[in-house]
């Protein structure tokens, strides 16, 4: 496909698998990864039909390290302003992605590192993961969405404790705080997210996906509004040929043969 700093592959069981490749600098976020991960995103990801998608680091020791510091040092005001608007959109379409997404965090998550992780819609750990929001220690903070996704997983407190102080966390401190779903053997991190994603794929695509919209546009409405699209999406679902086969395979005694019609 012609990028530079993002591999992409298809699995035979319409798994996507989406790894940032600067292993050299802890597959830190430069302009030109952002801009790669933007098309891949926008125009190739949606004509792939894979059913769900697990982003990663390239090599041994990260996830994603962060933002590229070198080049934002470098960075005059408008670019600067160009660059983080472009880590937004990134973000905002792995987010809105109708496709689920499964971060498998295999070594550092940091500032932009971790709101990646936090953008997929399930993060797993490697035992050896290393999280955070070192940005304050930079004179900035996590601007990233890292200040409004971690609140809504964590809660104020524990983020303004994460976000001041810029501590790393373990993986095992960051499963007791939600901030990852599984803890992980190293060795096994992809293989865990694999299975994961094997799961997923073989349920109702329309379900889960109307599913993640009820989840993420649900959670920022207040409970009535939230409960009237829960309804009106999953009436949606009920009317799906989807629905048909899932529910005449459970009554017959077979696997459901889904085509997300
Ligand atoms: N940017 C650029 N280069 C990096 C980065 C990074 N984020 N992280 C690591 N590298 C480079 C190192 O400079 C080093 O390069 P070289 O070999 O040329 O010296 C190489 O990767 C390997 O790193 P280390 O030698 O430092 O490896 P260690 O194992 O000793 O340490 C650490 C690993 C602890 C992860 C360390 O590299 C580190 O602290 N990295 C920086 C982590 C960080 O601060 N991340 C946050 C970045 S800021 C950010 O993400 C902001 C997002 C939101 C911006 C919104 C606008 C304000």
């Not at 698998?17 to 990864?33: K, Y």
């Not at 600067?80 to 809105?96: G, K, M, P, S, W």
């Not at 095992?172 to 991190?189: D, S, Y």
């Not at 009106?232 to 997300?260: H, Q, W, Y």
Request: hydrophobic share 45%; proline share 3%; aromatic share 6%.
């Amino acid at each position: 496909m012609g990028f530079k700093y993002i591999q992409y592959q298809k699995e035979p069981n319409s798994i996507g698998i989406l790894t940032v490749n600067r292993p050299n600098v802890l597959n830190a976020l430069n302009w030109d990864t952002l801009g790669e991960l933007k098309v891949f995103l926008e125009d190739i990801l949606p004509g792939e039909e894979v059913k769900a998608l697990i982003v990663t680091g390239a090599g041994e020791k990260a996830f994603v390290a962060g933002a590229d510091i070198a080049q934002m040092n470098e960075m005059k005001e408008r670019d600067f302003q160009d660059y983080v608007d472009t880590a937004h959109r990134v973000y905002e379409l792995i987010e809105n992605s109708s496709c689920p997404s499964i971060a498998a965090i295999n070594g550092y998550a940091l500032g932009g590192g971790c709101e990646l992780a936090l953008a997929c819609d399930i993060r797993i750990a490697s035992e050896k993961a290393r999280l955070g929001f070192p940005e304050v220690k930079l004179g900035i903070f996590p601007g990233w969405g890292g200040t409004q996704r971690v609140t809504r997983v964590l809660g104020l407190g524990k983020t303004k404790e994460l976000v001041f102080t810029g501590e790393m966390i373990d993986a095992n401190e960051a499963l007791r705080i939600g901030l990852v779903e599984k803890v992980v053997p190293h060795e096994e991190t992809m293989s865990v997210a694999r299975d994961l994603a094997g799961a997923i794929a073989k349920r109702g695509p329309i379900a889960v996906r109307m599913a993640k919209t009820a989840i993420n546009a649900g959670s920022e409405m207040d409970l009535q509004k939230a409960l009237l699209l829960e309804k009106t999406l999953v009436s949606l679902c009920f009317d799906s040929e989807d629905r048909i086969e899932g529910m005449n395979a459970f009554l017959e005694k077979r696997e459901p043969a889904f085509t997300g019609r």
